[in-house]
């Protein structure tokens, strides 16, 4: 079994939209980005190490010319690994989308509300050309998915959209709560998770009188080191919400990833991290042992940067 569930291949940074809540607009501009023969030689890379996924991300991928190419490369290698394009949606085509359903196995599309939502949210004249996008990739046979970013704008309309959706035959649905970047005063965007949890329970019940049942797992870790990221210059994260100068490490330019994950201190040391284990050590970090913690998220929300980075390097 593989050791690595998902790699997230940042393609670009560039994004024709501007939503306000986007992690990765924050960053600073990225230069020395990897050219075409980089990209693949990643991608050649890290088939060796069979994870489930691999995901082309962004900014918006599709405004990298050689998007095209850089997923045929990946299928041409031959291995089974599932290919997924995030999204937002606006730039796909009826002439683009019989190629991008031919080279990725799961296309994921944004959109955040009906129409004076998610145009609210993510721009004017957006809602229109991402239902046109779901029409194109479902009609030569794409598996679409719809990505929701969930706050409390979106919140309450929730429901509604999940059944406009699912009568558009869009029937694949992600739901994803907002991440903060940073340590913020501005509550008016976060979200109890209950709420999201009663919403969600209270749609399939009224809608396909589906009861969904609540299990609880002790699970004290979220998966980190079971991922790895790629950024446009080739540096390398374990997460896009750990991209922590001090936890970067190394850059595809200058060693194999393949190497790297199998052996980096951080990234086997993140594999075998049990929250308990951190919360021990850490006070702040005791919080992570109520259900369904993230810790990059957790780190970011509550400005906790140095105290994790002094905990993993040590």
């Avoid at 609540?214 to 446009?232: A, H, L, Q, R």
Wanted: hydrophobic share 40%; glycine share 6%.
């Amino acid at each position: 079994m593989s050791l690595l569930d998902t790699f997230y291949l940042y393609v670009t940074q560039r994004c024709n939209l501007d939503c306000d809540y986007c992690y990765f607009k924050v960053r600073s501009p990225i230069s020395n980005k990897l050219s075409t023969t980089e990209m693949i030689a990643v991608l050649q890379d890290v088939s060796l190490l069979k994870p489930k996924r691999v995901v082309f991300t962004g900014g918006e991928p599709l405004l990298r010319k050689d998007l095209i190419q850089l997923g045929q490369a990946f299928k041409d290698i031959g291995i089974e690994i599932r290919s997924c394009l995030q999204t937002n949606g606006t730039l796909i085509t009826e002439k683009n989308a019989v190629r991008l359903v031919k080279y990725f196995d799961e296309i994921r599309i944004s959109i955040d509300g009906l129409e004076p939502i998610n145009d609210a949210l993510r721009g004017t004249g957006t809602f229109k050309k991402v239902m046109n996008a779901f029409w194109y990739i479902n009609q030569v046979g794409g598996d679409p998915r719809a990505f929701i970013t969930v706050s409390s704008f979106n919140l309450p309309y929730l429901k509604e959209l999940m059944l406009f959706l699912l009568n558009h035959g869009i029937v694949k649905i992600h739901l994803s709560p907002l991440r903060v970047m940073e340590k913020t005063s501005d509550e008016t965007v976060l979200f109890k998770r209950e709420e999201l949890k009663r919403i969600m329970v209270e749609f399939w019940r009224e809608t396909l009188g589906i009861q969904l049942k609540s299990e609880k797992k002790e699970e004290f870790n979220c998966g980190v080191g079971k991922f790895i990221t790629v950024y446009p210059d080739g540096s390398i994260y374990p997460c896009h919400l750990l991209a922590f100068p001090k936890l970067c490490i190394g850059n595809v330019k200058e060693v194999r990833l393949s190497d790297l994950y199998l052996h980096s201190y951080l990234m086997n040391k993140l594999r075998k991290l049990d929250f308990r284990e951190l919360a021990q050590c850490k006070e702040c970090f005791k919080g992570l042992l109520c259900e369904n913690q993230c810790l990059g998220s957790y780190t970011r929300e509550r400005g906790l940067k140095e105290q994790l980075v002094d905990f993993l390097i040590d």
